[in-house]
């Protein structure tokens, strides 16, 4: 199976609750990145966590990063409807010689006013 | 913070045309790559250069496409011939060093083959 794969594929709940996503991965890695994407449109980088990083915050984010389970979660707080997007976790590939990311298929999320 | 452009966001072109798509990575990186992400589908690799050449590419990088850094600053992803399924959002990334660093990536150029 692929490196870099999100779950749930898809996620439905109303705006104010929080929302979990999460990331696995195969090889070990030095860090891992989230990443949002609005439908058609391009990249929005979330947040960077390196290996030696179990949680980083910014803003109603919280990103956890578990490298013994291989493992990472990305949580919104509080949704909102503008955070209706597909989020993707993407990370450096130790098999490839320039290290290209790895994405996942990503997880729909979709916030209900 | 310093971040890689790519220009344009949205170009649209007629089959059989020839597409440039460009962009601007971090001024002191030395590895830059190119990914596809086909609407719908995953963000995939599809070349990686260093040292103005070729160090990786995958299946899908035939030779309908090529790279080039043409002046020093910019990187560009050249499609000869484009096709239908060329559609796809195309995103550009760069970084400083080989192993223990980290991709920075552009916001992407919308391709839409007519």
């Known amino acids: 199976s692929q490196q870099g794969e999100e779950d749930p594929q898809a996620l439905s709940i109303q705006e104010g609750e929080n929302a979990t996503m999460n990331c696995s991965y195969k090889?070990?890695?030095?860090?891992l990145q989230w990443y949002r994407q609005n439908s058609g449109r391009g990249l929005v980088h979330l947040i960077l966590i390196r290996s030696n990083e179990r949680e980083k915050h910014s803003g109603r984010l919280r990103v956890t990063l578990d490298t013994s389970k291989k493992s990472s979660s990305l949580l919104i707080t509080a949704s909102r409807a503008a955070d209706t997007a597909s989020y993707f976790c993407?990370?450096?590939?130790?098999?490839?010689?320039?290290?290209?990311?790895?994405f996942g298929t990503g997880t729909r999320l979709k916030v209900l006013a | 913070e310093p971040e890689v452009t790519q220009t344009p966001s949205h170009q649209v072109t007629q089959m059989g045309q020839e597409v440039i798509l460009r962009c601007v990575p971090i001024?002191?990186?030395?590895?830059f790559y190119w990914y596809r992400q086909i609407l719908g589908q995953k963000v995939e690799f599809l070349v990686s250069f260093y040292n103005n050449e070729i160090s990786e590419k995958s299946e899908i990088f035939d030779d309908q496409f090529s790279v080039e850094r043409p002046d020093g600053s910019n990187f560009t992803l050249k499609i000869r011939s484009t096709k239908l399924e060329d559609s796809a959002m195309y995103f550009c990334a760069s970084k400083y060093a080989v192993a223990n660093d980290i991709q920075y990536f552009g916001a992407g150029t919308r391709l839409s083959v007519l």
């Open positions: 001024s002191n990186h030395l590895y």
């Open positions: 090889t070990s890695i030095n860090n």
């Open positions: 993407a990370t450096p590939s130790r098999s490839s010689g320039t290290y290209k990311y790895i």
